[in-house]
């Protein structure tokens, strides 16, 4: 089916590289140019944890696994071969449950040896995506006492199996790798400096954000930081909140819902203008996504704090002019802008009145 | 109602922050960032049970003048390093989110 952008407000259909270019040509600055703060560049090693995914760290080849009707007998044989201590225990790659070393030793002195692994296997199971960051998974060794962990991919099928030696395996290598690139490099933040186009009057302020799937401890910092890029050029205060909101949204969205992306903020004497764009999935109903409550979060985006489905429409809210296009698969990119000399500054962002219980 | 007077109210500890003169001005009980991000109120004391760096950043956004977290929930170190970084004082409370709730009414109906 042919794409068509979905336009909710608004009116305009330019693509945001064409708007980020329009205000190359016609805006002042206000400030001047706004640099990535160095004093909030994050560390090589929390680089290296958020771009590394769990993917790349787990044993996907030759799992040893058993079928729910082998027997615990076959299971412990199966793990004193290999040297292993837990096999899943899977069947046309669903994940039915695991068997440690733990329940062949209570099997062997309770007597149930050759019962079926499915009759004691553990069913309650903690399992990592495939494609959360590794600094998630390292959180998991530290609040759970399991040596490893199975990995699922979107259609929950089992794709690995991490353990801590493989996490350690991963990580020194790329530190190694990443130290060896970065040397002789000063600049090691993620945030960067656009690039000028050519002619382009230097009477604005721009800066991007770079946004990284499931990175929810960054999550935030761009939004953050255009709050003081909006407070150092003494815009009003009620402005930079709904800013602030609305960036802090949009981030937050392309955090938990897409495969990453950017947070491209535009200061000029006008108006104050945020392109949010991610690399994808895109969005299958547009109009529905805007509204209230409307959400495709999992558990563990919810139990981060999000994923109540007041993203988009709280930046809509916010916002004086909002557009957004999305299309599958290649991504979503909104659009907000908010008007600098109007008088609507204390525009209110809800109708929450004092005293009402949220 | 200041610092002090939360930490108090509370039985809570000032884990994170440093303190501050500010009072509050409305309070917030949720642990979701989106619903927190919908007030239009200054100086929100945010009583959340959400114990991670967003709910330092959500604070941020909507200018909170102190975000406590509830029933003695181990605090992130990176969650206390961003409430260093942005000074927004944090307070570790061992009471449910429903007491603290009840407490923090009684002393601002007395104010």
């Not at chain 1, 030696?165 to 990443?178: I, S, W, Y």
């Not at chain 2, 004082?89 to 061992?94: A, F, K, M, N, Q």
Request: proline content about 3%; charged content about 25%; some cysteine.
């Amino acid at each position: 089916m042919e794409y068509r952008p979905t336009i909710l407000t608004g009116g305009d259909t330019r693509s945001d590289d064409q708007i980020i270019a329009a205000h190359n040509k016609s805006v002042r600055r206000v400030s001047g140019p706004t640099l990535p703060g160095a004093e909030d560049s994050p560390l090589v090693i929390m680089e290296l944890l958020q771009r590394l995914r769990v993917k790349d760290v787990m044993r996907s080849r030759n799992i040893i696994s058993v079928v729910r009707t082998d027997s615990m007998r076959f299971a412990q044989n199966l793990m004193k071969r290999n040297n292993i201590s837990g096999v899943p225990v899977l069947e046309n790659k669903r994940l039915f449950g695991i068997l440690s070393v733990n329940d062949i030793i209570r099997a062997l002195e309770g007597g149930w040896i050759e019962d079926s692994c499915q009759q004691h296997m553990a069913t309650n199971l903690i399992v990592l995506e495939e494609d959360m960051p590794l600094a998630f998974a390292i959180k998991y060794f530290e609040n759970y006492t399991f040596g490893r962990f199975p990995v699922l991919n979107k259609d929950r099928d089992l794709v690995g199996i991490v353990s801590q030696r493989d996490v350690m395996r991963v990580l020194m290598k790329e530190l190694t790798d990443e130290l060896s690139r970065l040397e002789g490099k000063a600049d090691i933040g993620k945030t960067s400096e656009p690039a000028k186009s050519e002619g382009a009057l230097p009477y604005y302020s721009m800066r991007q954000f770079v946004v990284v799937r499931n990175d929810l401890s960054h999550a935030g910092k761009a939004a953050n930081e255009i709050k003081k890029m909006l407070s150092d050029a003494g815009v009003d205060k009620k402005l930079i909140r709904r800013v602030a909101v609305a960036a802090y949204e949009l981030e937050i969205n392309i955090c938990i819902h897409s495969v990453g992306g950017t947070i491209t903020f535009i200061l000029d004497t006008e108006k104050a203008t945020i392109v949010a764009k991610d690399s994808g999935p895109g969005i299958e109903d547009v109009e529905w996504a805007c509204q209230d409550g409307t959400s495709t979060a999992n558990d563990w985006i919810r139990s981060m704090g999000f994923g109540a489905g007041m993203g988009l429409s709280n930046s809509k809210r916010v916002a004086d002019t909002f557009d957004i296009k999305s299309k599958i698969p290649t991504g979503t990119t909104v659009m907000c802008t908010f008007m600098l000399s109007k008088g609507e500054n204390s525009k209110p962002m809800c109708n929450i009145q004092k005293g009402e219980v949220q | 109602m200041n610092i002090s007077d939360i930490v108090q109210v509370l039985d809570g500890t000032l884990v994170a922050g440093g303190n501050s003169t500010r009072t509050v001005g409305a309070v917030v009980a949720n642990d979701l960032m989106s619903d927190v991000l919908l007030n239009d109120a200054d100086d929100i004391l945010l009583l959340t049970s959400l114990a991670s760096d967003q709910a330092i950043r959500t604070a941020n956004i909507v200018g909170a003048m102190c975000v406590v977290v509830h029933n003695a929930k181990p605090l992130p170190q990176t969650m206390c390093q961003v409430a260093d970084t942005l000074g927004i004082p944090l307070v570790s409370s061992p009471l449910s989110k429903y007491e603290s709730c009840i407490r923090v009414h009684e002393f601002l109906s007395k104010e």
